[in-house]
């Protein structure tokens, strides 16, 4: 445990370096923040009808997009990618680690870290000026927070069963671009899930990918009926854990039949 | 000149002949091009689903804009990657060497590659701006068409020197700033949509200062056959798909004095 527990503060540390890059994309989400509020201001003032979201908790809601943007916005590890390239992957197998928990503590670093980063001072600015509003109760809030947590760990579960899955493509190029943009609009990222055609919606429920967005946001807002929450949570750990599982046994198979691209 | 073109041409030659040695690879990263930049088209119907029209637009009239848009920013793309890049070649003193030899900077970057999996978002571009062309009732005469292309040409110049300037940044400041993605990358998510739909400020920096009304509300205008809600004139809506050419040649020259101010980082 100690040793992965290493992994997670060493590569913390490292990210936390990178301060003025952080400040710059931090510059770049609120004006993308600001776009996007500016799309759906226009779409509600368009219609009279009651729609399944205001247009109060939308902005809240994209605001809350901005801020944990890291949760959906990845693809393969490119350490990750570059070590099966190159054939270094055969060192991570030789250490005494479990590589799958190793790389899972990786991307949990390299995703926390950021979220961190950017979360807090876009709740600031957007609540200061942009009218993004606080959770509705202090349970919302907890409940919330729960949410966010698991989240990153669904979203960490995927990110490691998309760099596993990189044993059978080696080069992943295709995929690491389409999986991200599928994870953006499922999850509820690019359009909240509510807003969706109802025929949609039963497939959306289903699949893992509202655990990331689409739960600990609606959890946010209020927009969930506290009693409703349990079974959500109930959904988003039992994704996660069968994804884990998934990775597991892939990472296992694919190590037995690795051949390393020497040279 | 002409042998400039010449050298160009084989530039690319080369470069396309490197790419295509991972056929794969390049099938790949253009299919995966293609579906996502297709999403943000599905994240736009979506939101036509529920909210019907968006004020006085409907979903064919902003495809439109869409496709306009996106066919520019992937041939800008795909050209000016050089550009695009160009900060680590202040970084390494890279620079240097094409200092050295005796043809400009710039036909040297631009012929460092051209970028084929851009074609990815080329073609999703073409596919919406074909199906809006057809659902549109428009009468499709061919000084529209003429229109269409040259405000895909202006846009693709526009987006092009947004490259430039950006990688003239560099010479300054050595990093490439992520800042500048708010108008290259913002611009396309900006640009899809119809400008009247933002405020006021918002509208105003992208007609006057980074001119994306010139090859997309602008040229729409008379493509749809609507009247301004600004008063602007008919022959503006025709006239303004230059300003990205002349938007270009600035630009370049912006460019040079850059280059002149160039030291080299040394290593």
Same mark, same amino acid.
């Given at each position: 445990?100690?040793?992965?527990?290493?992994?997670?503060?060493?590569?913390?540390?490292?990210?936390?370096?990178?301060?003025?890059?952080?400040?710059?994309?931090?510059?770049?989400?609120?004006?993308?923040?600001?776009?996007?509020?500016?799309?759906?201001?226009?779409?509600?003032?368009?219609?009279?009808?009651?729609?399944?979201?205001?247009?109060?908790?939308?902005?809240?809601?994209?605001?809350?997009?901005?801020?944990?943007?890291?949760?959906?916005?990845?693809?393969?590890?490119?350490?990750?990618?570059?070590?099966?390239?190159?054939?270094?992957?055969?060192?991570?197998?030789?250490?005494?680690?479990? &590589?799958? %928990?190793?790389?899972?503590?990786?991307?949990?670093? *390299?995703? /926390?870290?950021?979220? !961190?980063? +950017?979360? @807090? #001072?876009?709740?600031?600015?957007?609540?200061?000026?942009?009218?993004?509003?606080?959770?509705?109760?202090?349970?919302?809030?907890?409940?919330?927070?729960?949410?966010?947590?698991?989240?990153?760990?669904?979203?960490?579960? &995927?990110? %490691?069963?998309?760099?596993?899955?990189?044993?059978? *493509?080696? /080069?992943?190029?295709? !995929?690491? +671009?389409? @999986? #991200?943009?599928?994870?953006?609009?499922?999850?509820?990222?690019?359009?909240?899930?509510?807003?969706?055609?109802?025929?949609?919606?039963?497939?959306?429920?289903?699949?893992?990918?509202?655990?990331?967005?689409?739960?600990?946001?609606?959890?946010?807002?209020?927009?969930?009926?506290?009693?409703?929450?349990?079974?959500?949570?109930?959904?988003?750990?039992?994704?996660?854990?069968?994804?884990?599982?998934?990775?597991?046994?892939?990472?296992?198979?694919?190590?037995?039949?690795?051949?390393?691209?020497?040279? | 000149?002409?042998?400039?073109?010449?050298?160009?041409?084989?530039?690319?030659?080369?470069?396309?002949?490197?790419?295509?040695?991972?056929?794969?690879?390049?099938?790949?990263?253009?299919?995966?091009?293609?579906?996502?930049?297709?999403?943000?088209?599905?994240?736009?119907?979506?939101?036509?689903?529920?909210?019907?029209?968006?004020?006085?637009?409907?979903?064919?009239?902003?495809?439109?804009?869409?496709?306009?848009?996106?066919?520019?920013?992937?041939?800008?793309?795909?050209?000016?990657?050089?550009?695009?890049?160009?900060?680590?070649?202040?970084?390494?003193?890279?620079?240097?060497?094409?200092?050295?030899?005796?043809?400009?900077?710039?036909?040297?970057?631009?012929?460092?590659?051209?970028?084929?999996?851009?074609?990815?978002?080329?073609?999703?571009?073409?596919?919406?701006?074909?199906?809006?062309?057809?659902?549109?009732?428009?009468?499709?005469?061919?000084?529209?068409?003429?229109?269409?292309?040259?405000?895909?040409?202006?846009?693709?110049?526009?987006?092009?020197?947004?490259?430039?300037?950006?990688?003239?940044?560099?010479?300054?400041?050595?990093?490439?700033?992520?800042?500048?993605?708010?108008?290259?990358?913002?611009?396309?998510?900006?640009?899809?949509?119809?400008?009247?739909?933002?405020?006021?400020?918002?509208?105003?920096?992208?007609?006057?200062?980074?001119?994306?009304?010139?090859?997309?509300?602008?040229?729409?205008?008379?493509?749809?056959?609507?009247?301004?809600?600004?008063?602007?004139?008919?022959?503006?809506?025709?006239?303004?798909?230059?300003?990205?050419?002349?938007?270009?040649?600035?630009?370049?020259?912006?460019?040079?004095?850059?280059?002149?101010?160039?030291?080299?980082?040394?290593?």
């Amino acid at each position: 445990m100690r040793a992965y527990w290493a992994v997670v503060s060493a590569r913390l540390r490292m990210l936390l370096q990178y301060r003025a890059v952080a400040l710059a994309g931090f510059g770049t989400q609120v004006f993308w923040g600001l776009i996007r509020v500016m799309i759906f201001d226009a779409f509600y003032r368009s219609t009279n009808a009651p729609q399944p979201m205001t247009y109060e908790d939308v902005v809240t809601y994209v605001w809350l997009g901005q801020a944990f943007l890291v949760l959906i916005l990845w693809g393969v590890e490119s350490d990750i990618r570059q070590m099966i390239r190159s054939g270094t992957v055969a060192y991570e197998l030789l250490r005494p680690l479990d &590589l799958y %928990t190793f790389w899972f503590s990786r991307s949990l670093a *390299t995703r /926390s870290a950021p979220m !961190l980063l +950017r979360a @807090v #001072p876009m709740f600031v600015v957007a609540g200061l000026c942009f009218g993004m509003r606080p959770p509705p109760s202090l349970a919302f809030a907890v409940l919330w927070v729960i949410a966010t947590v698991g989240a990153l760990f669904l979203a960490c579960a &995927l990110t %490691t069963l998309l760099s596993i899955s990189l044993f059978w *493509t080696i /080069s992943g190029e295709g !995929l690491a +671009r389409i @999986v #991200p943009s599928l994870v953006a609009i499922l999850s509820g990222m690019i359009v909240p899930l509510p807003l969706f055609p109802d025929w949609a919606r039963d497939a959306l429920d289903f699949l893992p990918f509202r655990g990331l967005v689409d739960v600990p946001f609606r959890i946010y807002l209020g927009h969930i009926p506290l009693e409703e929450i349990a079974p959500l949570l109930f959904h988003q750990a039992m994704w996660t854990a069968a994804i884990v599982l998934l990775g597991r046994w892939m990472l296992a198979r694919g190590a037995r039949r690795l051949v390393v691209q020497g040279g | 000149m002409r042998e400039a073109f010449r050298l160009y041409f084989r530039y690319i030659g080369v470069s396309i002949r490197s790419q295509m040695q991972y056929r794969a690879s390049f099938l790949m990263l253009s299919a995966g091009h293609f579906v996502a930049t297709g999403i943000e088209f599905l994240g736009m119907w979506v939101l036509f689903d529920r909210f019907r029209s968006l004020g006085e637009w409907s979903l064919r009239e902003v495809a439109l804009f869409y496709g306009i848009v996106n066919i520019a920013f992937a041939i800008a793309e795909a050209v000016v990657r050089g550009f695009d890049t160009f900060s680590w070649m202040v970084k390494s003193g890279e620079f240097d060497r094409l200092l050295l030899r005796p043809r400009s900077t710039v036909l040297q970057l631009a012929g460092q590659e051209l970028q084929l999996m851009r074609v990815g978002r080329l073609l999703q571009g073409v596919f919406v701006l074909f199906w809006a062309a057809s659902a549109l009732e428009v009468v499709w005469s061919a000084a529209k068409l003429a229109l269409v292309f040259a405000s895909v040409v202006g846009g693709a110049c526009l987006f092009g020197g947004l490259f430039v300037l950006q990688a003239t940044l560099a010479f300054w400041t050595t990093e490439t700033l992520e800042i500048v993605n708010t108008v290259t990358y913002g611009g396309v998510e900006t640009a899809q949509y119809p400008l009247t739909i933002y405020r006021r400020w918002f509208r105003r920096f992208f007609t006057f200062l980074v001119p994306l009304a010139s090859f997309t509300y602008l040229p729409a205008l008379a493509i749809l056959d609507r009247t301004s809600a600004y008063g602007v004139p008919a022959f503006v809506a025709w006239a303004a798909p230059t300003v990205g050419v002349l938007f270009l040649v600035v630009s370049f020259q912006v460019w040079k004095i850059g280059v002149r101010h160039y030291r080299s980082t040394g290593s």
